[in-house]
């Protein structure tokens, strides 16, 4: 289900307030899943988990659905990476979420923005993509309204095709 390498994010409290962090499933073994340092998402601190902190773990299984199981963090593991282990329960005891109708996956993309009105083409990247739509980064005094017809052209890299979608 939860596969190395994958991005898993830890949501846990700490003086009384919901704090979030992200990190990397480093080794999935004896029942415990290790897991490179987590960094806060808001503040992009190393976060230190304490012994028995309890934590909900999110991640995005292959078959690219969300999925949340409880757990409690088991101790450090020092090695070439420092680690934290965690508990991991049964596969039943995980379970699936659906925040979004489409999954959004994050995807730093070259963009070119063309306006419907074809004036003020620009570059810029896009900050995730999913199925539903795309998140562009904007900078300068670039804004758009619900409804506002936009052309993208999106560079995918290892590609060499062009793919045109209007939205």
């Given at each position: 289900?939860?596969?190395?390498g994958d991005?898993?994010?830890?949501?846990?409290?700490?003086e009384?307030?919901?704090k979030?962090?992200?990190?990397?499933?480093?080794s999935?073994?004896?029942?415990?899943l290790?897991?490179?340092?987590p960094?806060d998402v808001?503040t992009?601190?190393?976060?230190?988990l304490?012994?028995?902190t309890?934590?909900?773990?999110e991640?995005?299984?292959?078959d690219?659905?969300p999925?949340?199981?409880s757990?409690?963090m088991?101790?450090?593991?020092k090695?070439k990476?420092?680690?934290?282990?965690?508990e991991?329960?049964?596969?039943e005891?995980?379970?699936r979420?659906?925040?979004?109708?489409?999954?959004r996956?994050?995807?730093?993309?070259?963009?070119?923005?063309?306006?419907?009105?074809?004036?003020?083409?620009?570059?810029?990247?896009s900050y995730?993509?999913?199925?539903g739509?795309?998140a562009?980064?904007?900078?300068?005094d670039?804004?758009?309204?619900?409804?506002?017809?936009?052309?993208?052209?999106?560079?995918?890299?290892?590609e060499e095709k062009?793919?045109?979608n209007?939205?």
């Open positions: 289900m939860i596969e190395i991005t898993v994010h830890l949501e846990y409290i700490e009384n307030q919901l979030i962090a992200k990190s990397k499933a480093v999935i073994e004896n029942g415990e290790l897991i490179a340092y960094v808001h992009g601190r190393t976060v230190i304490h012994h028995d309890e934590v909900t773990v991640f995005v299984g292959k690219e659905v999925y949340r199981f757990s409690r088991k101790g450090k593991v090695d990476l420092q680690m934290i282990r965690l991991v329960p049964p596969r005891k995980m379970k979420i659906q925040r979004r109708q489409y999954v996956t994050d995807a730093v993309l070259d963009v070119l923005v063309e306006p419907a009105d074809e004036k003020d083409k620009f570059h810029t990247l995730n993509i999913s199925a739509g795309i562009l980064i904007l900078v300068g670039y804004s758009f309204q619900h409804g506002d017809t936009l052309r993208l052209f999106i560079s995918l890299q290892e062009t793919h045109q209007k939205g």
